[in-house]
């Protein structure tokens, strides 16, 4: 099942993310079940990242590498992962999270450029009803 959550940035725009449950169904779940939750914000290369969010789950499904605008849950630093570009890590041409991560969905926003504006700054996931 897909399911459209917004990520509320103060003074800057949402960004809309699409869950999918197919390959990742208990992280889904467990995302979907803290809702609404508030969390920091970092920047590695171009890939968003929270703190600490409320999900607790183990690997699921794990992938070492990601695609394009993939959505993801990082098990070892229970953060949600916002790819949109290449990461400090791994080969030419691939997206490598620092660890294994659960992909979740994608970024749905139409104007993506508003993740290159992200910095450190608090953002708050809510489901789009």
């Known amino acids: 099942m897909k399911y459209t959550v917004q990520i509320k940035i103060a003074n800057s725009r949402s960004i809309a993310l699409e869950l999918d449950d197919t390959c990742s ?12 939750f508030t969390v920091d914000l970092n920047v590695w290369g171009d890939e968003i990242y929270t703190s600490k969010s409320p999900i607790s789950q ?32 791994g080969n030419p041409g691939e997206i490598t999270p620092a660890s294994p ?3 979740i969905g994608k970024i749905v926003s139409p104007d993506k450029t508003i993740l290159n504006d992200v910095h450190s700054e608090r953002a708050t996931f809510v ?3």
């Open 127 to 129: 489901l789009q009803s």
């Open 58 to 89: 183990p690997e699921e499904n794990a992938k070492s590498t990601v695609e394009l605008n993939d959505v993801a849950y990082w098990p070892t630093g229970k953060a949600i992962c916002l790819f949109y570009g290449s990461t400090p890590i």
């Open 101 to 103: 991560v659960n992909v």
């Open 25 to 36: 169904p208990n992280t889904v779940n467990d995302f979907l079940k803290n809702l609404p």
